[in-house]
């Protein structure tokens, strides 16, 4: 067997050898230190109480996922399923608590309980089932993701506000999932290294055919592994839905890749047998400073994908340099050199506060910009509408003198409420949100406006906090607008198919129900399905091809975004625009040159630009104490053949 703890080999002494020794058996630690000294150099904004909380709490989630999949990792498993059962198993919390009165106390075992259960069918599948662990855990992604989306009905589950308040701060300034975090890292500490659980793990991970030989029951052993990484995703989905105030049904998706990560960069290696709880927290505390650090520094979104991706590789790296100098594993049971390692630490604490506190002085006389400074938090990017509010956003800003920074939460709510914390943290003149979800955003607001940001809303509203103005059009109007568009031109009586936004999203929400009002109207209107394609082209494309099948005689196409509507014009072919009527939303540049071609009749269009620069102009307002109204409306226009030469967006 096997434990995490290196050794160097003999001979390497003297102080330039102890140092490198020093560096490659602490890669995480160093590469923790190099960061928080160069983001504190890069940035004044990075280096105060404020942010080093958020990046506790943005670490949060990530780290209790990790240490779950820890225990995989050295076990030499893999688990991709800790994702979407920590959302299922907030989701069996939620609606067990407020639909169906279930004592909250009774919920969190319920939710613990879902976690339990999904680990055990891992361990089961991978244990007496002979499955390889990445594709039992795959289906185990697939099916915890799609129960929370059934049991939820795609939207959002208010969270109890007793749960709620584990979001929360103690005192005032002490964040409660920060505590949870250490709480979690102890236990997954003392398991490792203090259990005999924790031994069989890296016995079954260093060798599974020893281990099996020496009398451990493995297959027994792995359904416990299992079961805990599933009991640490149930708390981490706790933990995230009382930060975002409900129980999301697409909550924590790609986690799972981050809990990975977090355990490969705190040096755990993938082929089993070694691996610690200390390295893990450091892993995912590196992974949150990166992003932390990026966002201060506006480094796009887009490059913090590559930065990320960078590092991970470049941990494994390390690894494998480590290995090829010479370091070997102490065998379990020998204990290891704890009292150097504690010094190590010690060690590495005092370097990092003391040239922290030397580079903190390259800001204390700087001057700041004489320029307001505005944060933006997009929903998404991978979405031309988005794309459209962004430039039209830049653009105003651009002439009016205002520094905007913009980020893209793609699609991720807790994502975003680390943006919004991270634009508070640093203080900004204002904040611009376009929420992933309107009651997800509500505690980052409220955040806001305890230090005295004004927040301005565009496209989608804020719910449980204020905001000084919302910018927008009215999805549901305009989803009325687009079931009266095609109606009309299919003359009051056809059959037709919708395809709906991605689930739980709040625009696929509201145009939805805009869709199902306006077409109360129009009795003579089928509806023959409905089925989401994730406001996608290609997923648009898929579920079209997929429903002509079954229904061959539509002739009429409602889509929740132009993009989905693209899709369908693909795979209706020439029917597209003569058999068969589509209408999207949105009015995007491809869905206006389509319109224009004659295949897409007609497109919703929002006037995405002007939603941008509204924002701005009001944005820059309320930094003036200007008045700003609470509302202000961008009408939306059904774009056809006939106007759209004359349509600008």
């Known amino acids: 067997m096997a434990t995490d703890t290196l050794k160097g080999r003999a001979g390497a002494g003297g102080a330039p050898g102890a140092l490198r020794r020093l560096l490659l058996d602490n890669g995480a630690l160093t590469a923790l230190i190099v960061l928080v000294v160069a983001l504190s150099a890069l940035s004044g904004d990075f280096l105060t109480t404020d942010n080093l909380l958020n990046i506790g709490v943005q670490a949060a989630v990530t780290a209790i996922l990790a240490f779950g999949v820890t225990f995989v990792i050295v076990s030499a498993g893999i688990d991709l399923s800790v994702g979407s059962v920590a959302a299922l198993s907030a989701t069996m919390l939620a609606w067990s608590a407020t639909q169906h009165g279930v004592p909250v106390a009774l919920a969190v075992l319920v939710a613990v309980a879902t976690g339990v259960v999904a680990g055990l069918v891992n361990g089961f599948l991978i244990a007496y089932g002979k499955l390889p662990p990445f594709i039992a855990t795959l289906a185990m992604l697939s099916v915890g993701r799609g129960l929370a989306l059934v049991i939820s009905q795609g939207s959002p589950i208010a969270f109890p506000d007793s749960v709620s308040h584990l979001g929360d701060?103690?005192?005032?300034?002490?964040?409660?999932?920060?505590?949870?975090?250490?709480?979690?890292?102890?236990?997954?500490?003392?398991?490792?290294?203090?259990?005999?659980?924790?031994?069989?793990?890296?016995?079954?991970?260093?060798?599974?055919?020893?281990?099996?030989?020496?009398?451990?029951?493995?297959?027994?052993?792995?359904?416990?592994?299992?079961?805990?990484?599933?009991?640490?995703?149930?708390?981490?989905?706790?933990?995230?839905?009382?930060?975002?105030?409900?129980?999301?049904?697409?909550?924590?998706?790609?986690?799972?890749?981050?809990?990975?990560?977090?355990?490969?960069?705190?040096?755990?290696?993938?082929?089993?047998?070694?691996?610690?709880?200390?390295?893990?927290?450091?892993?995912?505390?590196?992974?949150?400073?990166?992003?932390?650090?990026?966002?201060?520094?506006?480094?796009?979104?887009?490059?913090?994908?590559?930065?990320?991706?960078?590092?991970?590789?470049?941990?494994?790296?390390?690894?494998?340099?480590?290995?090829?100098?010479?370091?070997?594993?102490?065998?379990?049971?020998?204990?290891?050199?704890?009292?150097?390692?504690?010094?190590?630490?010690?060690?590495?604490?005092?370097?990092?506060?003391?040239?922290?506190?030397?580079?903190?002085?390259?800001?204390?006389?700087?001057?700041?910009?004489?320029?307001?400074?505005?944060?933006?938090?997009?929903?998404?990017?991978?979405?031309?509408?988005?794309?459209?509010?962004?430039?039209?956003?830049?653009?105003?800003?651009?002439?009016?003198?205002?520094?905007?920074?913009?980020?893209?939460?793609?699609?991720?709510?807790?994502?975003?409420?680390?943006?919004?914390?991270?634009?508070?943290?640093?203080?900004?003149?204002?904040?611009?949100?376009?929420?992933?979800?309107?009651?997800?955003?509500?505690?980052?607001?409220?955040?806001?406006?305890?230090?005295?940001?004004?927040?301005?809303?565009?496209?989608?509203?804020?719910?449980?906090?204020?905001?000084?103005?919302?910018?927008?059009?009215?999805?549901?109007?305009?989803?009325?607008?687009?079931?009266?568009?095609?109606?009309?031109?299919?003359?009051?009586?056809?059959?037709?198919?919708?395809?709906?936004?991605?689930?739980?999203?709040?625009?696929?929400?509201?145009?939805?129900?805009g869709f199902a009002r306006g077409l109360k109207d129009y009795p003579g209107i089928r509806v023959l399905a409905q089925q989401p394609a994730d406001f996608d082209r290609t997923k648009g494309l898929d579920v079209m091809s997929n429903l002509l099948q079954a229904h061959p005689d539509v002739q009429g196409v409602i889509a929740a975004n132009d993009e989905m509507a693209l899709g369908a014009i693909k795979a209706l072919g020439s029917k597209a625009g003569k058999s068969v009527q589509v209408v999207g939303f949105d009015g995007t540049p491809d869905g206006l040159t389509a319109v224009k071609d004659g295949t897409l009749y007609a497109s919703v269009a929002q006037q995405p630009t002007q939603l941008g620069k509204i924002a701005v102009d009001n944005a820059l307002k309320a930094v003036k104490g200007e008045k700003v109204e609470p509302t202000v409306k961008v009408p939306v226009k059904v774009v056809t053949k006939d106007n759209v030469a004359g349509f600008t967006g």
């Open 169 to 513: 701060t103690l005192g005032g300034w002490l964040p409660v999932p920060v505590l949870v975090m250490v709480v979690m890292g102890l236990i997954a500490a003392v398991v490792l290294g203090r259990t005999y659980i924790g031994r069989s793990m890296y016995a079954i991970g260093g060798n599974e055919e020893a281990a099996r030989l020496s009398g451990l029951r493995v297959r027994r052993q792995k359904l416990a592994i299992y079961a805990l990484s599933g009991v640490f995703a149930a708390v981490a989905g706790v933990v995230l839905a009382a930060r975002l105030s409900s129980a999301q049904p697409q909550a924590a998706d790609g986690y799972e890749l981050d809990a990975i990560a977090a355990v490969v960069i705190g040096g755990a290696s993938l082929a089993g047998g070694t691996g610690k709880a200390s390295g893990t927290l450091i892993g995912a505390l590196i992974l949150a400073v990166l992003r932390n650090g990026l966002n201060l520094l506006s480094v796009s979104a887009f490059w913090q994908q590559v930065v990320i991706g960078v590092v991970i590789a470049l941990a494994v790296l390390l690894d494998t340099v480590r290995r090829k100098a010479g370091a070997t594993p102490v065998a379990a049971g020998t204990g290891g050199p704890k009292g150097r390692q504690a010094v190590t630490y010690a060690l590495a604490a005092v370097v990092t506060v003391a040239v922290v506190g030397a580079t903190s002085f390259l800001h204390g006389g700087s001057s700041s910009s004489t320029n307001p400074r505005m944060g933006l938090s997009l929903s998404t990017l991978n979405n031309p509408f988005f794309v459209q509010i962004r430039a039209g956003a830049q653009a105003e800003a651009k002439r009016l003198g205002v520094d905007l920074t913009v980020t893209d939460a793609q699609n991720d709510a807790s994502q975003q409420a680390n943006q919004l914390q991270n634009f508070t943290s640093s203080h900004v003149g204002a904040i611009i949100v376009n929420p992933v979800d309107s009651d997800a955003a509500g505690n980052s607001v409220k955040a806001a406006d305890r230090a005295r940001i004004p927040v301005i809303a565009v496209d989608r509203g804020v719910n449980k906090a204020s905001v000084g103005t919302l910018v927008a059009s009215d999805n549901v109007a305009g989803g009325e607008l687009a079931a009266k568009t095609i109606a009309e031109k299919l003359g009051g009586q056809g059959r037709i198919v919708i395809l709906q936004g991605q689930a739980g999203t709040s625009a696929a929400r509201e145009r939805a129900a």
